[in-house]
């Protein structure tokens, strides 16, 4: 798959490949991989077997840089993912490692905080539902977010982007303010009672639900054991693959 991935960009767009394993060596041989291959970096969250402490984080990440030193590496700070809270005093060690350069982050109330103490060192990307407020925080630091909502068709994804470049350059807000409670009208119908710990126990089910419920794309049945969920955790997944699909449609009639 990585292999498919580094020839389809070309060259053209970096790419960051998955070798999160149950341990450092295994880790290593697959960023090492990765790199033969032509990938730039790699997406990496902490093996999660054990619950590790701040120091066995820390000194992952440094292991990993030091044995792949031309990789970049974008932390996959998912504390339910890795049974790890990714606290203050993580950010503020791993940004003395020169190959930390991102993290894909969804903690948007410490945002501020974790960019402070990592001396900006780190590109933390929010969620893409987040990117207002981080924008309006630091506009000229924060850029970027990652998305999960790019899958059920990029069009409202661009527009968001878009839309908030523009208003961090004319300083009206307006239109993003407008379009925020319509978009999280839908998304909050992916998450179950319980919030987003509830939504981790069945990630993959939801997510696929919501995809296929989108028609942009076809991402496919769930491979055992990840594919049972409660209906009604389902129905609501499918009610933001419909939702955000209309909102699509909206967009391109001008709309929205």
Not at 114 to 134: C, G, N, W, Y
Not at 215 to 228: E, L, V
Request: with cysteine; glycine share 6%; hydrophobic share 45%.
């Amino acid at each position: 798959m990585a292999e498919v991935m580094v020839e389809a960009a070309a060259g053209r767009v970096p790419i960051f490949a998955g070798v999160t394993t149950l341990n450092t060596r295994e880790t290593i041989m697959q960023l090492r991989h990765a790199r033969d291959i032509g990938a730039d970096g790699t997406m990496l969250g902490v093996p999660m077997w054990q619950e590790l402490d701040v120091p066995g984080a820390v000194r992952f990440y440094k292991d990993v840089a030091e044995a792949v030193p031309e990789m970049a590496i974008c932390i996959y700070a998912n504390p339910e993912a890795f049974k790890f809270a990714f606290p203050t005093p993580f950010w503020a060690q791993v940004a003395d490692i020169p190959q930390v350069v991102s993290c894909k982050y969804i903690n948007i109330a410490q945002l501020q905080l974790h960019t402070m103490v990592s001396r900006k060192q780190i590109r933390f990307l929010p969620l893409e539902f987040d990117h207002k407020d981080a924008a309006r925080m630091d506009p000229e630091f924060h850029t970027a977010f990652w998305s999960p909502c790019a899958c059920t068709g990029p069009e409202l994804t661009i527009h968001w982007r878009d839309i908030i470049k523009e208003a961090v350059s004319t300083g009206d807000w307006t239109t993003p303010d407008a379009l925020y409670p319509r978009l999280m009208s839908v998304l909050s119908n992916l998450f179950p009672p319980g919030g987003f710990p509830e939504f981790s126990r069945y990630n993959i089910q939801l997510e696929k639900e919501r995809i296929n419920a989108a028609g942009w794309m076809n991402a496919g049945p769930c491979r055992p054991p990840y594919n049972t969920a409660p209906e009604a955790y389902l129905a609501g997944a499918r009610l933001a693959g419909t939702g955000w699909a209309e909102l699509t449609e909206l967009l391109k009639a001008g709309n929205l």
